[in-house]
């Protein structure tokens, strides 16, 4: 079984309409990301978590709220839809490690294509 | 800030080597990530340097030069599975300590 898993996988939706993208990890990892690719823009960082009550802005958090309900779920939400949060969404896990920063690789689930028209 | 650059796109032949460059500058050096990432897929991580040097695993070896701002990931023996892009990732000291993307290199090995 994968240790990060998103769901939906694809999804197409409206502008205006309300969305929500899931994400579930069982390595136990307390940092958790939420990431957004593009056509030669590469990976830009849209929320991060470091623990459950632990909770900030990426580089491009405008248009997106995140809630970490628990230490293994981070789900990520599109209050309002528009047609340039088209994109493949990546959710992330990393572990500090015990040395506390570590090494902190990052380790990421099979994405989400998400589609507003 | 930081500013990474890597080429956008590389060719190579299968059974060759390929050298993927990356250079960055950011403020305060805290490691570097390289992640491989096929069409449609998950990147998934292949090497970590903090320190000066050359670190090899396999086919795959990724160099660091801090004092140059650069790195660059070695493959040898490619293979057409190789073909993906290869995704530099620089984190910096201070702060989040979350690493930056750059926006990928696509290597396209073919027969």
């Known amino acids: 079984d994968a240790d990060v898993t998103q769901t939906p996988r694809n999804r197409i939706t409206k502008t205006g309409k309300r969305i929500m993208l899931e994400c579930s990890q069982t390595?136990?990892?307390?940092?958790m990301y939420w990431y957004r690719q593009d056509p030669g823009l590469g990976l830009r960082l849209i929320y991060y978590?470091?623990?459950?009550?632990?909770?900030n802005k990426g580089e491009i958090s405008d248009g997106y709220s995140v809630s970490r309900q628990a230490q293994a779920k981070f789900s990520l939400s599109l209050e309002s839809a528009i047609p340039n949060q088209t994109a493949l969404y990546f959710c992330?896990?990393?572990?500090?490690?015990?040395?506390?920063?570590?090494?902190?690789?990052?380790?990421f689930g099979p994405g989400t294509r998400l589609t507003v028209l | 800030g930081q500013n990474i650059d890597q080429p956008t796109e590389m060719t190579a032949t299968e059974g060759a080597i390929v050298q993927i460059n990356c250079t960055y500058q950011?403020?305060?050096?805290?490691?570097l990530f390289w992640y491989q990432q096929h069409a449609g897929e998950a990147p998934t991580f292949l090497s970590y340097?903090?320190?000066?040097g050359l670190e090899e695993k396999g086919r795959f070896s990724s160099f660091l030069s801090r004092s140059k701002g650069y790195s660059y990931l070695l493959l040898k023996e490619l293979q057409m599975k190789d073909s993906a892009s290869y995704l530099c990732?620089?984190?910096?000291?201070?702060?989040?300590?979350?690493?930056?993307f750059g926006r990928g290199t696509s290597l396209i090995v073919h027969p």
């Open positions: 990732a620089v984190r910096a000291s201070g702060g989040s300590y979350i690493p930056t």
């Open positions: 950011t403020s305060g050096f805290n490691g």
């Open positions: 992330a896990t990393s572990d500090t490690g015990t040395s506390g920063v570590g090494t902190d690789t990052q380790y």
């Open positions: 390595k136990g990892h307390d940092r």
């Open positions: 978590s470091f623990d459950v009550k632990d909770i």
């Open positions: 340097n903090v320190l000066d």
